[in-house]
């Protein structure tokens, strides 16, 4: 009994061991397995900094940029916005693809100190998640007319009111506070992160300082997608991924400023015009056909107005002409006001910044009526000098007698460094200062300089 129970003990430890050493592979294999495959336990969070004008490159920018998390499998992408609004049609077209993304989507206005105004703020509602850092702002949404006030006429009151049912769709369908969504339209309203945070409901989901701290806050927490769905974020140890546009789209976004755009093709016009003035300077026309390129370049991303292009161009033509024709200033004056005209209307849009500055348009007009000034003093003093080649440019001209010439006789003198043959309608004494009253062929005819001195030449 005591050898079998002895026995019993042995294959019982045998047993124990055999099952720990099985743990300790089984375990050693998931850990093994872990490590192979870490996409499975390791999110990754895509972040796209926005800071530019809503309008047709940010929009693709951010459209490319849900695609890409859409494809990624990514389990959130973050939207770093600062902008002070754009294009009604961009941020539509910025929202159709956010609602229809099946990658939650974070709109977080940050850093400090920044806004998300007018089409941002519809953006900003408009994401599964609206967070804001400290010191920052959205709101300000109701359009503008063309010279920055408030639309009140019929055609913009409807305007407003279709801006403001978007809204109120968009922050019902997050749940979000609709009476304020439509007082941000309709009343220019602005909030603060706090003031948007402790409203009820609130306007936007959280607070947050940075990306860390806006993933750590998002970490489990459990939102809901637009077509009603609920998802929960899993978001410990989340891997950031940062996204940045294309060459192509960093050089459109530089480029699609209206003030960027209104100095391409001021400089363009303004050089092709020189050009012509002078056939053959070469560099006008070089660096004013680079310079128009790149502005009708630019205007493929913003609303122009081809009205105001025309009149900009307008304007240049006749402030050319001045210089050729003797107008009086009628010519000139037509074309400031023309240049000036153009430059108000040339980005049509109802939002502020898509326009062109007055601050700019000032100076661009001032400096090409500087140099129109220029040119006509010096096309003026041009026609009144006279000719200094030629038969005509003899005239006037101032000599000494190399041989004394008698009333009507012929003699020698020199004039301008130069020995010519010459006749003299009265008498002249050899060395006397004679003065050319006119050119026959390659005989002068003289007479005594008036005041009896030689003119230096």
Same mark, same amino acid.
């Given at each position: 009994?005591?050898? @079998?129970?002895? *026995?019993?003990?042995?294959?019982?430890?045998?047993?124990? $061991?055999?099952?720990?050493?099985?743990?300790?592979?089984?375990?050693?294999?998931?850990?093994?397995?872990?490590?192979?495959?870490?996409?499975?336990?390791?999110?990754?969070?895509?972040?796209?900094?926005?800071?530019?004008?809503?309008?047709?490159?940010?929009?693709?920018?951010?459209?490319?940029?849900? #695609?890409?998390?859409?494809? #990624?499998?990514?389990? %959130?992408?973050?939207?770093?916005?600062?902008?002070?609004?754009?294009?009604?049609?961009?941020?539509?077209?910025?929202?159709?693809?956010?609602?229809?993304?099946?990658?939650?989507?974070?709109?977080?206005?940050?850093?400090?100190?920044?806004?998300?105004?007018?089409?941002?703020?519809?953006?900003?509602?408009?994401?599964?998640?609206?967070?804001?850092?400290?010191?920052?702002?959205?709101?300000?949404?109701?359009?503008?007319?063309?010279?920055?006030?408030?639309?009140?006429?019929?055609?913009?009151?409807?305007?407003?009111?279709?801006?403001?049912?978007?809204? *109120? @769709?968009?922050?019902?369908?997050?749940?979000?506070?609709?009476?304020?969504?439509?007082?941000?339209?309709?009343?220019?309203?602005?909030?603060?992160?706090?003031?948007?945070?402790?409203?009820?409901?609130?306007?936007?989901?959280?607070?947050?300082?940075?990306?860390?701290?806006? =993933?750590?806050?998002?970490?489990?927490?459990?939102?809901?997608?637009? #077509?009603?769905?609920?998802?929960?974020? &899993?978001?410990?140890?989340?891997?950031?991924?940062? =996204?940045?546009?294309?060459?192509?789209?960093?050089? %459109?976004?530089?480029?699609?400023?209206?003030? /960027?755009? +209104? /100095?391409? =093709?001021? %400089?363009?016009?303004?050089? !092709?015009?020189?050009?012509?003035?002078?056939?053959?300077?070469?560099?006008?026309?070089?660096?004013?056909?680079?310079?128009?390129?790149?502005?009708?370049? @630019?205007?493929?991303?913003?609303?122009?107005?081809?009205?105001?292009?025309?009149?900009?161009?307008?304007?240049?033509? %006749?402030?050319?002409?001045? /210089?050729?024709?003797?107008? +009086?200033?009628?010519?000139?004056?037509?074309?400031?006001?023309?240049?000036?005209?153009?430059?108000? /209307?040339?980005?049509?849009?109802?939002?502020?910044?898509?326009?062109?500055?007055?601050?700019?348009?000032?100076?661009?007009? $001032?400096?090409?009526? $500087?140099?129109?000034?220029?040119?006509?003093?010096?096309?003026?003093?041009?026609?009144?000098?006279?000719?200094?080649?030629?038969?005509?440019?003899?005239?006037?001209?101032?000599? #000494?007698? !190399?041989?004394?010439?008698?009333?009507?006789?012929?003699?020698?003198?020199?004039?301008?460094?130069?020995?010519?043959?010459?006749?003299?309608?009265?008498?002249?004494? &050899?060395?006397?200062?004679?003065?050319?009253?006119?050119?026959?062929? !390659?005989?002068?005819?003289?007479?005594?300089?008036?005041?009896?001195?030689?003119?230096?030449?």
């Amino acid at each position: 009994m005591m050898f @079998t129970a002895q *026995r019993r003990s042995i294959v019982a430890g045998r047993f124990a $061991a055999g099952a720990a050493l099985w743990a300790v592979v089984a375990g050693w294999s998931v850990g093994l397995a872990t490590a192979q495959a870490p996409g499975a336990q390791t999110p990754t969070v895509l972040v796209a900094q926005v800071d530019a004008i809503i309008h047709p490159v940010s929009a693709e920018f951010m459209v490319d940029a849900i #695609d890409r998390a859409d494809a #990624d499998g990514a389990a %959130l992408l973050v939207f770093v916005l600062e902008t002070p609004g754009g294009l009604v049609d961009s941020t539509r077209t910025i929202v159709t693809r956010m609602l229809a993304a099946r990658t939650p989507v974070v709109v977080f206005v940050a850093p400090a100190g920044a806004r998300a105004a007018s089409a941002g703020f519809l953006l900003t509602i408009a994401a599964d998640v609206a967070a804001m850092a400290p010191g920052t702002h959205i709101g300000a949404a109701h359009p503008v007319s063309g010279q920055g006030e408030k639309v009140d006429e019929n055609v913009a009151a409807k305007a407003a009111s279709d801006v403001a049912a978007y809204a *109120r @769709t968009l922050a019902s369908g997050r749940g979000r506070n609709i009476d304020l969504a439509e007082r941000a339209v309709r009343e220019s309203r602005a909030f603060t992160e706090a003031e948007a945070r402790s409203a009820e409901p609130p306007l936007i989901d959280l607070v947050a300082a940075d990306v860390p701290e806006l =993933l750590a806050k998002l970490d489990g927490r459990t939102i809901r997608r637009f #077509d009603g769905r609920e998802v929960t974020l &899993a978001l410990r140890g989340a891997r950031t991924a940062p =996204l940045v546009m294309t060459w192509r789209q960093q050089v %459109l976004s530089t480029l699609a400023h209206p003030n /960027i755009a +209104y /100095i391409l =093709l001021s %400089l363009g016009v303004l050089g !092709l015009t020189i050009e012509l003035w002078s056939p053959g300077a070469v560099l006008p026309g070089v660096v004013g056909g680079i310079c128009l390129l790149l502005a009708f370049f @630019t205007f493929q991303v913003l609303p122009v107005n081809y009205a105001g292009v025309l009149l900009i161009v307008f304007g240049l033509v %006749l402030l050319g002409l001045e /210089i050729k024709v003797a107008s +009086y200033g009628v010519l000139g004056g037509g074309g400031i006001l023309s240049l000036l005209l153009g430059s108000m /209307i040339l980005i049509d849009s109802p939002a502020a910044e898509l326009r062109v500055s007055l601050t700019l348009v000032a100076p661009v007009v $001032a400096a090409t009526a $500087a140099i129109l000034v220029f040119l006509v003093r010096l096309a003026v003093a041009a026609q009144r000098r006279g000719s200094v080649t030629g038969a005509a440019g003899m005239v006037g001209q101032r000599g #000494d007698a !190399l041989t004394a010439m008698a009333a009507g006789g012929t003699g020698r003198v020199r004039v301008q460094g130069e020995i010519w043959s010459a006749r003299s309608h009265a008498a002249v004494a &050899a060395g006397e200062v004679i003065e050319v009253a006119a050119m026959n062929g !390659l005989v002068l005819s003289v007479r005594r300089a008036p005041d009896g001195e030689e003119e230096t030449c």
